[in-house]
């Protein structure tokens, strides 16, 4: 009996761990059960320590893993990252280490244990059983969301049923609390009233840049996110980790599929249509993602009677993604390779079109408005990027990062528009041969604008972070980051405008002026979080960042807390408070100051850099709750609620 006493204590103790561990967070990971022969008396025996790393057959760390040897007392599970680490007495004898979770088959392990013993490598194999009416979810899906204030994750595959013109990702945000658009045909969006420049995006850790010279209208037609090449996308509205950068409204975190075997796909219809295909090596190692895009919006406009005018906006994107396995042939994932390829076309092409409108004025007197458009606009933006990210397990507490993108953006806007407008009495007698004619011209006057204008842009970043876990429930995430940035800005451009063939200086005013800038930004940044108890966990730090055009340092601290009560495992609160700055970029640097030649002559208006402008900040305080529950034939969903 006391070897069955010491067994069993061996099996409750992971059971209840598991199940308190995963009773908060609805839906399916491993749960532990190991049943271990009786054991034998090892009081006097010496006691070494065995650590490895638990795997899936693609590679996946798995957590709440049983471990534990046949016929000693005791055992472990594995952490979120798929470590364990475990006590056992050495007997002079071979042993055997048992693993056993959920949807995986047993694995048995002989082991001659010595004071040398090196870290295991161990993966399991897929267990075909199903288990009914079990649902228990681990943290290696939800931990990172669930610990952080806002952080939402979205599927991206809702893209492809949700009602929008195009099934354009960014539709997805748009619905969320506290993000709004100026209308549903762009992919802009802006965060709690921010600007839409104020948004951080990530690919697999790459920071992502968007045109600088669009506007938030129609002239970006497609969101950076291709639904057919992401796994996972984490949104945040606010208070977001000091490890995301230094915007003001919202963090996009998307992280690519790693492929299992070769899929395709590809969609057509009348306003577009997309394509990708992605596969893996026979040996695992090299694994490729590669999608296009293309969507033409005529057919749309044309079909808005408030939309008047010739359009013609044309967007295309590809992107890639290669993944290199390099570690040793028992752990290829101990050294991995990235590198991620992108580009865009944006060419948002508008002819405007004659048109009238009559209107009554106050004396019940009809006036009819005569609108005469000659020339086009032009605007396109085409961009190319490309990133690495290098990344290497040096043990199971320290692993590293580093990361390089290079960023080329050609923009211009081309614009030859003249407009003139005549204004006319309409005739009202129904008797009359010329009844709603025009029938006398009370004023005209045009204007014309004329603008040449291109920015080009070169971005070098490098980049490297950094994760240690020191013990457990500890975590330290650190980084610095340096980029090099050159901005090559020609502006050349004038417009007038007359009335009853009169240009007065006033109304004339010319733009000419050739800007560049080259800049160094550095930035930085640590965290700490701390798993107080299962229930509880604290995330605190800073960031840190300086650009040397205007000579700057900013400091951000930062600081999250969740906590779950016990008495309601499926609900969790969030606090986060922080201050976060938002340095300028060239664009906001941009000043014109006018300046009056001699008389006769248009209005010169130089356009120059501030170089004193300072960085805008924030402050951020945010408390959420969130409810786990259960809906449409037992899938998890979530309801959060940041305020």
């Known amino acids: 009996m006391p070897h069955f006493s ?3 204590g061996w099996l409750v103790r992971p059971l ?8 908060p967070l609805l839906g399916l990971a491993p749960l532990t059960l190991v049943v271990v022969a009786p054991a034998t008396a090892v009081a006097q025996q010496t006691r070494i320590t065995l650590s490895g790393i638990v795997r899936d057959a693609d590679g996946q760390p798995v957590e709440l893993v049983g471990v534990g040897v046949e016929g000693q007392p005791g055992g472990t599970s594995t952490d979120s990252e798929g470590r364990f680490t475990l006590n056992v007495v050495r007997t002079g004898r071979p042993a055997v280490l048992v693993v056993r979770g959920l949807r995986f088959k047993p694995l048995r392990v002989p082991l001659t244990l010595t004071d040398d013993q090196r870290e295991l490598r161990l993966t399991l194999q897929s267990d075909a059983r199903a288990l009914s009416n079990v649902t228990v979810r681990g943290r290696n899906d939800e931990a990172d969301t669930r610990e952080q204030v806002s952080m939402i994750k979205l599927d991206p595959r809702t893209a492809k049923v949700l009602p929008s013109p195009f099934g354009d990702f960014n539709a997805i945000l748009k619905t969320l609390p506290g993000v709004t658009s100026t209308n549903e ?3 802009t969006y802006s965060v709690r009233g921010g600007n839409y420049d104020e948004n951080l995006v990530y690919v697999n850790g790459i920071e992502i840049y968007r045109p600088f010279l669009v506007t938030a ?7 950076f996110i291709n639904p057919d090449l992401v796994s996972k996308v984490e949104f945040s509205t606010g208070g977001w980790q000091p490890q995301f950068g230094d915007k003001l409204s919202s963090v996009l975190n998307i992280a690519y599929k790693q492929p299992a075997k070769f899929g ?8 577009g249509g997309a394509m990708h295909v992605e596969a893996t090596s026979p040996n695992k190692r090299l694994s490729y993602l590669a999608g296009v895009r293309y969507k033409n919006a005529t057919y749309v406009l044309r079909s808005l009677k408030q939309q008047q005018g010739g359009y013609n906006p044309t967007f295309y994107d590809g992107q890639v993604y290669l993944n290199a396995n390099l570690g040793p042939k028992d752990y290829p994932e101990r050294t991995s390779l990235g590198l991620l390829t992108t580009f865009a076309h944006n060419d948002y092409r508008f002819t405007p079109e004659t048109g009238q409108s009559t209107f009554s004025t106050a004396t019940n007197q009809f006036t009819r408005l005569f609108i005469v458009y000659d020339g086009r606009e032009r605007m396109q933006y085409d961009m190319y990027q490309g990133g690495l990210n290098l990344k290497h397990n040096f043990s199971d507490k320290f692993q590293t990062e580093l990361l390089g993108g290079l960023v080329y953006s050609r923009e211009l806007e081309y614009r030859d528009v003249e407009a003139s407008y005549s204004l006319a009495d309409i005739n009202r007698d129904p008797n009359s041969p010329d009844f709603n004619k025009a029938v006398r ?3 005209v006057g045009s204007r014309f604008d004329h603008s040449r204008n291109t920015l080009t842009a070169r971005i070098a ?19 610095v980051k340096t980029g090099r940035e050159r901005i090559e800005d020609a502006l050349n451009e004038y417009s007038f405008a007359d009335s009853a ?19 160094t930004r550095t930035q930085g940044y640590a965290q700490h979080t701390l798993e107080l108890d299962s229930l509880r966990t604290l995330t605190y730090g800073v960031r840190a960042h300086y650009w040397s055009v205007n000579k700057q340092l900013v400091v951000s601290p930062r600081v999250q807390f969740s906590f779950i009560p016990r008495q309601h495992a499926n609900r969790s609160y969030k606090v986060a408070a922080g201050l976060y700055y938002q340095p300028p970029f060239y664009r906001e640097l941009r000043d014109q100051q006018g300046m009056r030649a001699t008389p006769g002559s248009p209005l010169l208006i130089e356009a120059s850099l501030n170089p004193e402008l300072r960085a805008q900040r924030s402050m951020h305080f945010i408390v959420g709750n969130e409810i786990r529950f259960e809906q449409w034939g037992g899938r998890s969903a979530s309801m959060a609620r940041p305020t």
Request: with cysteine; aromatic share 4%.
């Open 441 to 443: 011209q009370r004023d």
């Open 6 to 8: 010491a067994a069993m």
């Open 501 to 519: 063939d009169y240009v007065p200086d006033g109304r004339r005013s010319r733009q000419i002026s050739d800007l560049d800038l080259s800049s």
């Open 264 to 271: 395709a796909s590809a969609t057509a219809s009348l306003v």
């Open 461 to 479: 970043t490098a980049e490297a972070r950094a994760r240690w876990t020191p013990g457990a429930g500890h975590t330290v995430r650190f980084g």
């Open 217 to 223: 209208a129609q002239q970006e037609g497609l969101s």
């Open 185 to 187: 045909l762009t992919s």
């Open 16 to 23: 209840c761990l598991n199940l308190l561990r995963a009773v």
